[in-house]
């Protein structure tokens, strides 16, 4: 059973930064593809960005260059830097894994984190 939990949302100002954290149980890091998603008020739930076992990364167009996704899986936590952040980023930020590319990135993965939320005042 892979579990997932997130941490380090939280009501920031836009243009600050945020690191996220997602807390996997053992082995889940380094084993399955790990990506982040969000869902906005009103939203429907899009995906941010994702990082493969071998360490490639994918990301959504709209957060290129502002976000970062990185693993440590001697800590089984992969983090999601958000820099600049703007009021459209405001979300429930959720973490998922997946031992298929397709299928997370499809959003169509079985296991999820129970999200944490971010809200970026203006």
């Known amino acids: 059973q892979v579990q997932l939990v997130e941490s380090g949302g939280g009501l920031v100002q836009a243009g600050d930064s945020l690191r996220l954290s997602c807390a996997a149980s053992a082995r889940t890091s380094s084993t399955y593809v790990v990506g982040w998603f969000r869902q906005g008020p009103g939203k429907e739930r899009e995906f941010v960005a994702a990082?493969?076992?071998?360490?490639?990364?994918y990301y959504a167009d709209s957060v290129k260059g502002r976000f970062t996704i990185s693993r440590d899986n001697a800590k089984n936590t992969v983090h999601l830097q958000i820099n600049s952040l703007k009021p459209e980023d405001t979300a429930v930020y959720y973490c998922a894994a997946d031992g298929s590319l397709q299928l997370l990135l499809a959003g169509t993965t079985s296991y999820w984190g129970q999200g944490t939320q971010v809200t970026v005042s203006s």
């Open positions: 990082i493969s076992r071998n360490i490639i990364t």
